[in-house]
């Protein structure tokens, strides 16, 4: 194996192997910890739609395939936002370390409970 581009995270201080385009990675970190980072840095069209509940993020989308099969979702915002949706996306459940950056922002209103995907089920 090819060690030259073995990198500790500064974020997890995990080792990891870069070998993905430089722009994936953010401050250095691996990619786990990068993918998460992206997430404090969303283009201008997410904000106010990354909804955090119990640790797991999602995003709601403008997507045409709609995220949980259009499951309808009505979510209520601590900043008093109610919304309804049929779009959520679910990206994964936040690791401990980013839980005091991304902190939960809103609750679910009485829908089923999202589920969780396991880490390989993430649909995109
Ligand atoms: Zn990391």
């Not at 998460?36 to 283009?43: C, F, M, S």
């Not at 069209?45 to 009505?74: C, D, E, T």
């Amino acid at each position: 194996m090819n060690r030259d581009n073995t990198e500790i995270c500064p974020c997890c201080n995990s080792e990891y192997i870069k070998d993905l385009p430089a722009d994936a990675y953010f401050y250095d970190c691996c990619e786990d910890c990068s993918f998460w980072i992206e997430k404090l840095y969303l283009p201008e069209q997410y904000q106010n739609k990354q909804v955090i509940v119990n640790g797991i993020h999602y995003l709601i989308s403008n997507s045409s395939i709609k995220g949980y099969a259009g499951a309808k979702f009505k979510i209520k915002f601590f900043d008093g936002r109610v919304i309804k949706t049929s779009n959520l996306w679910q990206q994964g459940r936040i690791p401990q370390h980013f839980r005091s950056i991304l902190k939960d922002n809103a609750v679910f209103i009485k829908t089923r409970v999202a589920p969780t995907y396991a880490y390989d089920d993430i649909p995109f």
